[in-house]
Each structure stands twice: as C-alpha cells, then as structure tokens.
C-alpha cells in the first residue's frame, strides 16, 4: 500500500465538475493499493498517516498531528502509484490491486478514518473511486511524504 500524503490549506477533488469532496488545511492523501494487500496492512499505514507530526507548532517546529491541529483528510483512490517503469515507456499496472480489493481496502480507510473523529466524520472527505477526477490543491511548505508498506516498518 502507498499513501503519498500532502499538507495542505485547501484542496478538493471534482468529477465530471461537480465537486465531490473538499477540505481546509489538512492533508490530501493519495491512496494505492497492491495485489497483496490486506486490512492489517491497511490498519498499520492508517495509524502511520494519523500519527505523523508534520505540522508545525508556536516554535515553527514539525510536532504536531493531524488531530492536534483539528485538521481534515481527503482521500483519493489512485492505481497508478503502482506504475511500474522499469521496462519501455508505457508504464505497467500489474502491481496494482484488483479493483474489488482496491475498492474494498480503498472504503475500509476511509471507514476506520472517519471512526477516528467521531464527532466529525465530515472531516474526512473522499474522491470517486474509479472515476476521472480532478484534483486542486494547495500544497502547504510545500511539503510531500510517501509511506509505502514495502518499506515503512510498522
């Protein structure tokens, strides 16, 4: 599983122009998924991406959370984070999950997210799975993070 993860002061996600999901500071978060993945492994990444610190605090230090700045989520299905590159110019996808298990594991994120702000289940917002989407985003550092289950230990 790959989440690439940006902070962010604004962003949405729109299908066919009508915007389906939006967010004020918080972060976008781009969701892959792999053949082999499972909600173990999605569970491990969830906790991962709700616990790192990469907003600042007074000082302009990275030590703060998602939930401690009361930020929003939006996450977007993405298959092409498992693009595979190595071989010709047309990228492969035969590592990205199967679309039953990628929307599965896609709706269980999302599902145990929203569990984590029981009070404002708003806060996390979704794309379309499947759909073509246009993204907006304003990028706040900028600052990017990739978490990759292959590679992160968790």
Do not use: H, W
């Not at 595979?84 to 709706?107: T, V």
Request: charged share 20%; glycine share 8%; with cysteine.
């Amino acid at each position: 599983m790959r989440f690439v993860i940006q902070r962010v002061t604004e962003a949405n996600v729109s299908v066919d122009q009508q915007i389906v999901g939006a967010i004020d500071r918080g972060l976008l978060v781009l969701v892959g998924v792999s053949q082999t993945d499972t909600r173990i492994v999605a569970d491990k990444m969830i906790k991962k991406l709700l616990g790192l610190r990469i907003f600042e605090d007074q000082e302009g230090k990275t030590n703060l959370s998602l939930q401690d700045v009361d930020g929003s989520l939006l996450l977007i299905s993405q298959f092409t984070l498992y693009a595979d590159c190595r071989k010709g110019n047309r990228p492969s996808f035969i590592n990205a999950g199967a679309p039953e298990l990628a929307e599965d594991l896609y709706q269980y994120i999302i599902n145990q997210c929203r569990d984590q702000f029981p009070n404002l289940p708003q806060r996390v917002q979704q794309g379309r799975f499947g759909a073509n989407m246009k993204v907006s985003l304003l990028n706040d550092g900028p600052f990017t993070v990739i978490l990759d289950s292959e590679t992160l230990s968790i």
